[in-house]
């Protein structure tokens, strides 16, 4: 799994559109491989990207919610911990 694609479910505040959106991009980008698609193969991508939002909004809104919400700032303490185990085991 790319590791630039996060958890969106379950968030306070909720997740916001723009999240949900730059998540569809991430993951269209990194099945295509395109970075910024050439010009013949624009539309396919960007219809790609507002059809994978709009699926991921909808199973969002679906799901039940288990356990605390979750938080921006103990998603970035949670990654930054494993960041910190990762640079300890390298070293």
Not at 38 to 67: C, K, M, N, P
Request: proline fraction near 4%; charged fraction near 30%.
């Amino acid at each position: 799994m790319c590791r630039n694609i996060r958890v969106l479910h379950h968030f306070r505040p909720p997740t916001t559109r723009e999240e949900i959106h730059a998540a569809a991009l991430q993951y269209v980008r990194k099945v295509t491989g395109f970075r910024s698609p050439h010009i013949a193969d624009r539309a396919a991508f960007d219809q790609s990207v507002d059809d994978i939002a709009a699926i991921t909004e909808r199973v969002l809104a679906s799901l039940t919610a288990a356990g605390p919400e979750r938080t921006r700032e103990g998603e970035k303490e949670k990654a930054k911990l494993r960041w910190q185990r990762r640079a300890g085991q390298a070293g």
